[in-house]
């Protein structure tokens, strides 16, 4: 069944415009398609956010809060629905689909506690001499029109990050959907407006990088929250210039396994967590590195593992690997794997693809320098390295161009420490995998895996601005 992705423009949902055909991956059939933007829906987007952001700036947190609660049940009640169009449009498994819904529905949910949460200061400017006599007030006031990019790995829930926190922060919201997943992205916007999200809060654009471009560019747009690769993040703050930023950005997320591991744990996690949405996640596990006296049990251990995981149908509901997003993408973690194997690395399973569907890699020992290390492979595909010293895999993750997220496995709190502070990624995930998560802890990275920090209460503070008031001659202590 073909699903017509419309799009929201100044108040109304249109098909107007050039489509674009969007073929499943695991199909090859057109699964939906799109009107793209022209320029005059960018202007008219952007003169409609404009006129209307005080209209959403004015209305209550409660209102704001009581929205998003609705929008969380609704996502538990279509998550069927929704698990199927990410199956379709881009090969995810219903199974994870159907986690990825679940969490836009915690998302709301957390969204709509922030909401509640937003505030501001009695500030102590009596505490000063120059102070006294006066007080002084601050409050978190929206910025007005936030534009939010969103990726194709986990399209509903960065979008309900997104534009769930903006609504909570009271901003109207211009949505760029990514090209793989336009009814995705519709379904859920509907599924907003569904619960009565004032139709002035949301529009949504489907288009490319030149459609993302303009809208990063115009002058009404106040934010921008932007998921995906470096290289386009670096193009996003170009375009932008002189607007407020939260970019999430890519990682070669790796993850520790010392000798005091529980190696049957450690190889089931990463063979679990590297391999789902077939790797294609900036935090999937792309480089486990094993203490080398525990380096060939660990192998045999992963490699049993991942020989269980199941390819196949992503509707089915037994399938934990389905297809990746096109055939490009499968065929670099085949050329990839070669790549290292030419350069002496092992190549105990996989190195193929059939169509997107890539076969779960495994590339055991590669070059410190091959690309399967150093660089970002966003697909079914996990190095294996052993390493000696903990201070020396320390300073071989920190040497690398991205700091995302990493997982450790080890008993010994001195170890845990030392990585908390010493490893420089945003996030350390113990007795995990590097692919982990709870939506409402602070999530983002440092050098090329991004700045800010995407979870509810971190974007709200990048979605407001701090208003001042402050009255002369007026104190609750005093003027002396």
């Not at 055939?327 to 790549?339: H, I, N, P, S, T």
């Not at 190095?383 to 450790?408: C, K, W």
Request: aromatic fraction near 6%.
């Amino acid at each position: 069944m073909l699903e017509e992705a419309t799009a929201l423009v100044a108040g109304s949902w249109t098909a107007d415009g050039p489509q674009r055909e969007r073929i499943g991956p695991y199909t090859r059939q057109v699964v939906s398609r799109a009107p793209q933007a022209s320029p005059e829906d960018i202007r008219s987007a952007c003169a409609f956010a404009r006129t209307h952001a005080g209209q959403v700036a004015r209305l209550s947190p409660a209102s704001r809060a009581a929205v998003l609660e609705r929008a969380a049940a609704a996502a538990t009640g279509r998550r069927q629905e929704l698990a199927r169009l990410l199956a379709l449009e881009l090969g995810k498994p219903v199974k994870d689909g159907l986690g990825e819904i679940d969490r836009v529905a915690d998302t709301f949910a957390v969204c709509a506690a922030e909401a509640r949460r937003i505030g501001g200061e009695h500030l102590p400017v009596a505490g000063w001499a120059r102070g006294a006599g006066n007080t002084a007030f601050t409050f978190r006031a929206p910025l007005g029109v936030a534009l939010a990019i969103t990726p194709f790995n986990a399209p509903a829930n960065l979008l309900a990050h997104k534009l769930g926190a903006s609504f909570a922060a009271g901003n109207t919201t211009i949505v760029k959907a990514p090209p793989q997943a336009p009814a995705t992205s519709a379904a859920l916007v509907a599924l907003l407006l569904d619960a009565e999200m004032p139709t002035p809060a949301v529009q949504l654009l489907h288009g490319g990088g030149d459609v993302g471009a303009a809208l990063c560019a115009a002058d009404e747009v106040a934010v921008i929250s932007f998921t995906g690769s470096p290289a386009t993040g670096a193009a996003v703050a170009r375009a932008a210039g002189a607007k407020r930023l939260v970019l999430e950005l890519g990682g070669n997320a790796a993850t520790i396994v010392c000798e005091d591991a529980d190696l049957a744990q450690a190889a089931s996690v990463c063979a679990r967590t590297g391999y789902s949405n077939s790797g294609q996640s900036c935090i999937s596990v792309q480089r486990v590195y094993v203490h080398a006296s525990r380096y060939e049990e660990f192998l045999g251990l992963f490699e049993e593992r991942v020989r269980a995981l199941r390819i196949g149908d992503p509707l089915d509901p037994a399938t934990d690997i389905g297809a990746m997003v096109d055939e490009e993408a499968a065929q670099r973690v085949v050329d990839w794997a070669a790549k290292a194997a030419a350069d002496g690395a092992r190549i105990p399973l996989g190195g193929t693809r059939e169509g997107a569907t890539a076969a779960p890699t495994i590339v055991a020992g590669p070059d410190p320098d091959a690309l399967v290390v150093t660089h970002e492979v966003f697909g079914a595909l996990v190095a294996v390295l052993p390493y000696r010293q903990f201070d020396e895999v320390i300073g071989t993750l920190n040497s690398g161009r991205y700091g995302l997220q990493a997982g450790l496995f080890t008993q010994d709190i001195g170890r845990i420490i030392t990585a908390w502070r010493e490893l420089q990624v945003g996030g350390v995930i113990v007795n995990g995998s590097s692919n982990y998560r709870l939506d409402h802890v602070p999530f983002g990275g440092v050098k090329d895996s991004g700045f800010g920090r995407e979870t509810p209460s971190s974007m709200i503070e990048d979605y407001t601005q701090v208003k001042t008031l402050l009255l002369r001659g007026v104190s609750v202590w005093g003027e002396d």
